[in-house]
C-alpha cells in the first residue's frame, strides 16, 4: 500500500498568518492526489485535485503544489472558517490512502 | 445539484450486520463508481472500498475485505455497504463518496455520513 505521511499533526495560527501542510507519499503518484477539508460532524470536502488543481467555489487562498513526492497544500492568508482538519488522499493505486490528517486551531 | 443522501444511523450487536444505502441524484450512476470512508470516532478518514456503477468490478481494503460488501442498483441510482460480523472498532461514521475509478473525479461529492454504532 502507498503510505501518505501528513505534516504537521496539529497546528496552532493565527487568523491572516500562512500556513503549510505537507504530504508525502512512499512513492511516485504522479499528480493522483487531492486535499480535504473537514470541519467537526460534516463530510469532508473537496479543495484541491490533481495535485494543485483549485476545486470550482473554493477561496484562492487555497493552493496545491507538488515536488516529486512531497505535495504542499498552503493557506496564504488564514481566515476564520479556515480553522478545520486537512487531509491529503493518493488514487494512484488501490488501496486509496489518506494522510492522517492536520487539525487546524486559532493560536 | 449532485447529491448523495445516505440512510439513517444504524445499532448494531457485535457479531451482527448492517446494511447502509446511498442514493444518488443530478448526474448519471452508471458513469461512477463509488468509494465508501469510514471514520471512528476522534480518527481520520479510512477508505475502505469502491465498486463500479456500470459492470460490478470492485476493489475492497484489506482490513475489510472478509467482511464487506459493495453494490449497486442502477434502477434506483442507490449504492450499498455492508459490514458483516460487527466489531466494536467498526464504530464509526460512514461516507458514501463519487468516485470514477479514474481520472481526477475522485472522492470529489461525499454524503452526509450514516453513523453506525456497535453496542452489545
Known amino acids: 500500500d502507498i503510505q501518505m505521511t501528513q505534516s504537521p499533526s496539529f497546528l496552532s495560527a493565527s487568523v491572516g498568518d500562512r500556513v503549510t501542510i505537507t504530504c508525502r507519499a512512499s512513492q511516485d503518484i504522479r499528480n493522483d492526489l487531492g486535499w480535504y477539508q473537514q470541519k467537526p460532524g460534516k463530510a469532508p470536502k473537496r479543495l484541491i485535485y490533481a495535485a494543485s488543481s483549485l476545486e470550482s467555489g473554493v477561496p484562492s487562498r487555497f493552493s496545491g503544489s507538488r515536488s516529486g513526492t512531497e505535495f504542499t497544500l498552503t493557506i496564504s492568508s488564514l481566515q476564520p472558517e479556515d480553522f478545520a482538519t486537512y487531509y491529503c488522499l493518493q488514487h494512484w493505486l488501490y488501496p486509496r490512502t489518506f494522510g492522517q490528517g492536520t487539525k487546524v486551531e486559532i493560536k | 445539484q449532485i447529491q448523495l443522501v445516505q440512510s439513517g444511523g444504524e445499532v448494531g450487536k457485535p457479531g451482527a450486520s448492517v446494511k447502509i444505502s446511498c442514493k444518488a441524484s443530478g448526474y448519471t450512476f452508471t458513469t461512477y463508481g463509488m468509494s465508501w470512508v469510514r471514520q471512528a470516532p476522534g480518527q481520520g478518514l479510512e477508505w475502505m472500498g469502491w465498486?463500479?456503477?456500470?459492470?460490478?468490478?470492485?476493489n475492497y481494503a484489506e482490513r475489510v475485505q472478509d467482511r464487506l460488501t459493495l453494490t449497486t442498483d442502477t434502477t434506483t441510482n442507490t449504492a450499498y455497504m455492508e459490514l458483516r460480523s460487527l466489531r466494536f472498532d467498526d464504530t464509526a461514521v460512514y461516507y458514501c463518496a463519487r468516485d470514477r475509478g479514474g481520472g481526477y473525479d475522485i472522492l470529489d461529492y461525499w454524503g452526509q455520513g450514516t453513523l453506525v454504532t456497535v453496542s452489545s
Open positions: 465498486i463500479s456503477g456500470y459492470n460490478d468490478k470492485k
